[in-house]
């Protein structure tokens, strides 16, 4: 973690080589970039790495309306605290 908070064109990077438990990934790591901070102070946040098991769109979906078994795809979820 950086010791000073993302001032303005900063970004940082951080890259998952790791299972939570310590052992090394066995595909290429995620990598998470939080910044670059723009003038009205927003933070970007970017994830990139490999794509895992997509089962493709199901006849039975539709745009804006909810879906049984979304669980099945992946997705990121992202907390942050100020």
Known sequence: MPDEPLKQ????AYRINTTRDGR???HDPVTITVGPVDANGQV???ATGPYFNDPGVTANSTAGQPFMGLWDYEGIST???I
Not at 9 to 12: A, E, I, L, R, T
Request: glycine share 8%; proline share 8%.
């Open 9 to 12: 064109g900063m970004s940082v």
């Open 24 to 26: 090394p990934v066995n």
């Open 44 to 46: 970007i946040l970017q």
């Open 79 to 81: 907390k942050c605290y």
